[in-house]
């Protein structure tokens, strides 16, 4: 028991250390009259892979995780369709400083682990490496509970598809650029998150303003 509870001490000593210097945010309000209609916006997306080193506003980053993934009705349900209704996505946010889960109910951000992660999620592609902040698209498949693994895994990619495509339709409304990638390293993304065992990381995308 004693050894237990040093383990335990320890696994929150280095989690606190990760995670220093980084701070929970409360996000703005989103302002939801933003961006072009839903036909321009369709008609202006594609994917860009090229970034100014413009950085987002506060602003910008309340907005865009509310359309990836944010809570739009009083009981708590999302802007993107889950199956089931059990929310298995989680969207991470990956800046310069460190890599923050986002909490759709409350609209903030809760500190992970500090540091530059670009290089780990732009793998072999240099271009990634230009955006000034990274959407992670994480499906934990245990929420689909009762259901064999590979409709877990189905649904997940199935979810993560609808937030991507979130993501992407949200840039093209007001005026950033991004693509969504399959690339990164996916094995010390999922140690760097402390993800469990059920949770894959699925998508990423690199997200900015457009490069002049």
Not at 4 to 18: E, H, N, W, Y
Not at 25 to 30: A, G, M, R
Not at 44 to 59: G, P
Request: contains cysteine.
């Amino acid at each position: 028991m004693k050894q237990l509870v040093l383990i335990l001490v320890a696994a929150f000593a280095t989690a606190t250390l990760q995670a220093q210097g980084l701070r929970d945010i409360k996000l703005n309000q989103p302002n939801k009259d933003r961006g072009a209609s839903l036909m321009k916006a369709l008609d202006d997306r594609k994917s860009v892979r090229a970034f100014s080193d413009k950085q987002l506003s506060d602003q910008d980053l309340s907005d865009l995780l509310w359309a990836a993934n944010g809570v739009n009705r009083p009981d708590g349900r999302r802007t993107a369709p889950t199956a089931r209704n059990n929310n298995d996505i989680d969207i991470y946010l990956v800046t310069s400083e460190g890599i923050y889960l986002y909490v759709p109910v409350g609209h903030e951000l809760q500190p992970v682990v500090a540091g530059d992660f670009s290089a780990m999620i732009a793998d072999n592609q240099e271009f990634a490496k230009e955006a000034p902040v990274y959407v992670l698209i994480v499906s934990d498949y245990a929420r689909f509970t009762g259901l064999p693994e590979a409709t877990q895994k189905q649904f997940g990619a199935l979810d993560a598809g609808m937030v991507s495509q979130n993501i992407s339709l949200f840039a093209s409304s007001c005026g950033f650029v991004t693509v969504p990638r399959a690339f990164m390293q996916r094995d010390k993304l999922k140690e760097a998150l402390k993800l469990k065992d059920s949770q894959e990381v699925l998508l990423n995308h690199p997200i900015g303003y457009p490069k002049q």
